[in-house]
């Protein structure tokens, strides 16, 4: 069972990314996905959540109104919109699969991806 965590890049602040998390080797449509990312000499900190069926979607404070979380079922993915940022937002991102919908700490998560880098410049 794999996530494989796509989409990361150097923008310029203001500009826009889409990540995108793939699983392979199970169905993950009755799992809430998540995001998280851990920017330099931080913990990993939450960023957004989407339940299994996608109609409940979770942000952080610092994040909400510029990101969106979104997924496919057929696709075995999801994906976070990420726009405008800041440089505040470099870090890198991983994606997270968990049975349990919004959780939004690192150990409610039983999936993870490799983490993609993502970093803004001002």
């Known amino acids: 069972v794999q996530l494989q965590a796509s989409g990361g890049g150097l923008v310029q602040a203001g500009g826009s990314l889409r990540l995108s998390c793939v699983g392979s080797?199970?169905?993950?449509?009755?799992?809430?996905w998540a995001w998280f990312r851990r920017a330099p000499g931080k913990e990993r900190d939450f960023v957004a959540a989407?339940?299994?069926?996608?109609?409940?979607?979770y942000y952080s404070e610092s994040v909400k109104g510029r990101f969106t979380i979104s997924r496919d079922n057929a696709k075995n993915a999801n994906y976070l919109q990420m726009n405008p940022l800041k440089p505040e937002d470099t870090a890198v991102y991983y994606c997270?699969?968990?049975?349990?919908?919004?959780?939004?700490?690192?150990?409610?998560?039983?999936?993870w991806g490799q983490g993609t880098l993502v970093t803004v410049s001002s």
């Open positions: 080797g199970r169905t993950f449509s009755n799992y809430g």
């Open positions: 989407i339940s299994w069926s996608g109609g409940s979607t």
């Open positions: 997270a699969a968990s049975l349990n919908a919004g959780a939004t700490t690192p150990p409610g998560y039983s999936h």
